[in-house]
Each structure stands twice: as C-alpha cells, then as structure tokens.
C-alpha cells in the first residue's frame, strides 16, 4: 500500500492491524464483522504505525478499565521524518472528540513512541525514542520518556526526560510499578552519561537495558543491563 494507516479492532478485547505489513497482532481471534475500525491517515504519504493499546479507567466510580483505549505509534511527517502519536479512542473505536485530534509529539528528527501505559491519578505515560531536540547526553537518540494529560491528551508540564548514553538508545516498553515506572530498552555501544556508573563495559551493538525511574523526579532509581 502506498499510504498505511493504524488500524483498531476491538471485540472484548483489541487487535491492531499493520496495513503496511499485512500482518496482526490480536489478543483474541474472534473479530465482531458491525465494528468499524478507527484509521488513522498522516499528513504525510509514509508509515503510520500503532505499536501499543491499551484499555482506559477515565476515572469513573467503577475503577474498571472500561472506558475505551489510548494507542500509541509513530506517524510520517512532511519533512520525510517521524513524529510520536497518542490517540484516544471511545469503547466503540471512534476518535474521543475531547481531544480534538490525535497527539503528535516530537520535533525535526526521528521520534517514535513504542509503549503506554496508564498512571494512578489516571494520566498517561509514554515511553519510545527521541532523536530531535535531544537534551540529554550527545547528540544521538535517546530512551524518551513523557506524560499525557487523559483529558486533552497534552503533555504533562515537566514530565519529557531522556535516558542515555553518546551511542543509540531506544525504549520500548514502561510499566507503572507504584511510585516508579519500569522501562526496557537497549543500550547504544558507549559507556558513558547516564550508563557510566555502576554499568559495566557495553558491547559495541548495544544490550538489553531495564530502567527503574521515580515518578517523584524522574531520576534513574536503579538500572541493569
């Protein structure tokens, strides 16, 4: 296909469909033929891809997670580059109207957001990649790592941090542990800035990095690669 777009099924529970790899990743197999999915097209003619989802609690008096999904993935822009997308959906897949558009988040390099989940005070976290505007160590990609307002889908004031080192880093999964959110990832090849102590040598492709960060100041509580 020239112009992929993100897919979202839903029975009770979600299945996304890549268009662009005519594949799927579904957590159950049976698909209700009345729902529409919810397509998402760029502006751009390149990749749009949804690379996680998953169900929401707006806080209602239930505390069910039962009130439609967030998905998170990255969208093609003008300038051949890629931004992060945070979309909400209603429990029937149409677009939550509240946050007038899908959330695109990111700046003039290649910025992916891999993984969501939902906080506590029923907020967003977001973790991928961010290789524009990079603040943290070098001027390479970084594991990123922000706050989405459920409400608007903004972001959080204060919550954008990146994790790295000079090399290539990417993070592609974060859980919520209580006071913490745990993220995996992958280390670029040096040893130096946020994986210079107490990690050990680095081999020179990079390796599996698990980061524990406080939600109080974002700061690295313990990490292992």
Request: proline share 3%.
């Amino acid at each position: 296909m020239k112009n992929p777009s993100l897919h979202f099924i839903s029975t009770y529970a979600l299945c996304i469909l890549q268009t662009l790899h005519v594949q799927s990743q579904c957590s159950s197999t049976k698909l209700e033929a009345t729902l529409t999915p919810y397509t998402y097209n760029g502006s751009a003619n390149g990749e749009d891809v949804a690379w996680d989802v998953i169900p929401i609690d707006d806080g209602d008096a239930d505390a069910i997670k039962n009130n439609g999904y967030v998905a998170v993935g990255v969208t093609a822009t003008t300038n051949k580059m890629q931004e992060a997308i945070v979309v909400r959906l209603n429990s029937d897949l149409t677009f939550y109207q509240p946050w007038v558009s899908p959330q695109l988040f990111g700046g003039n390099g290649n910025d992916v957001a891999y993984s969501v989940d939902q906080t506590s005070n029923n907020d967003l976290v977001v973790c991928g990649t961010k290789a524009s505007g990079i603040s943290g160590c070098g001027s390479s990609k970084n594991v990123w790592l922000f706050k989405v307002k459920l409400s608007d889908g903004t972001m959080v004031a204060g919550s954008e941090h990146v994790y790295g080192g000079s090399g290539q880093e990417d993070g592609f999964a974060v859980k919520v542990d209580e006071n913490f959110f745990v993220v995996a990832g992958a280390t670029g090849a040096n040893n130096d800035c946020d994986l210079a102590s107490p990690v050990s040598d680095i081999s020179g492709i990079g390796e599996f990095w698990v980061l524990k960060i406080r939600q109080s100041d974002y700061g690295i509580e313990w990490q292992r690669i």
